[in-house]
């Protein structure tokens, strides 16, 4: 076999990564913990081919050739060829590798998590790889070694200084929380971002609360999340998903200059979440977002249509929809409950401040596309358009 298809899913962090110990190997400072989405809604596809006739490795994303010398693009290719040559495959043949998202990358979203895990899984199949990859996507981009697993995943720190230990191990499979549901509220934003590599680098050089945070919270958080998650407490896991998603963007302002992700929609939203919780004197919702304006909501399959209900009125979407505004999983009955409008003392905003809305839930790992319809690449290794 020379040419491998593969799709791989975004993850969403519940417990924060931000802080590299060894920023070329990209060793953490603390474990984090994530839930893969499911590939269906949101999936990064990539194709890898092998052959005697390429002349030198090349590389093209969303249609476009990049420079194939990318340090961290080099550490995962690197890493895959040592794997293989220890397993007795040894040929020095070039490869072509093209990628894509099946979202629109101004979304936001963590591409590159999907992007390095999909490019890994692909490579490993190719160079007969067998055992654990998060180590060599890791390389790539920390959080995306949690998406080479489905399900909960966590990110163990490890302590090798060389990063042997440094790996992503499921906590359980999609299947254990089937209710379990996901909103990734889309927010329109222009704002040019300060990198994650370049924020948590500023942020482990200034930022005593960041240090506070490794020290004393993250290690009994983690430890706490994973119960609640083995335990299916929704109330526990949304609980600790809000204050570890607020922790990760104190830290950021207490990062000199700041680094600020959010923007008044943001806050909005989750002034939304809590006075939704408190209308119902219970926990149902709870936001996290990761380094940008997004909010990523985390619900049960019960409280979906209720929840985009009361979403679909503070915040209406754009009156003249060029794009699908509701995507993904299909949602019935959505209307929230006019008693539950009434004790939300919220503003109403003008419509179009969330650009779209995309519904999903939690997944499996990568998988691999075996109909040769799937490849990006021809025969010859051209990306096909
Ligand atoms: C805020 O994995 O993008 O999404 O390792 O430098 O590639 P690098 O950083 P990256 O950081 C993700 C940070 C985060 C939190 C998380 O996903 O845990």
Redesign the pocket.
Known sequence: MNIVTCIAPV???V????G?RDEFL?LPTND?I?ATLDTDQLHARTTVMISPDFKEDRIWLNGKEEDVKNA?LQNCLKGIRKRSQLSGYTNDWKIHICSKNNFPTAAGL?S??AGYACLTAALAKLYKIEGDISIIA?S?????C?STIGGFVRWHMGSDKYGTDSLAKQIVPASHWPELRILVLVVSDEQKKV???IG?KRSMETSQLLQHRIMHVVPERANKMQRAIVEKDFKNFAQLTMKDSNQ?HAVCLDTYPPCIYMNDISNSIINLVHSYNDAVNDVKVAYTF??GPNATLYLLEKDVSAVIGVLDHFFPPSENVTIEYRRGLPVEGIKPSQGILEKLELQKYPPGQLRYMIYTKVGDGPKYLNNPQDHLLDDQGNPIN
């Open positions: 993850n969403i962090a417990i924060k990564y931000w590299k990209i984090s994530s961290r963590a590159s998590a890791r790539g981009s920390g959080s995306a949690r990198p994650s590599a948590m990760f990761d380094a």
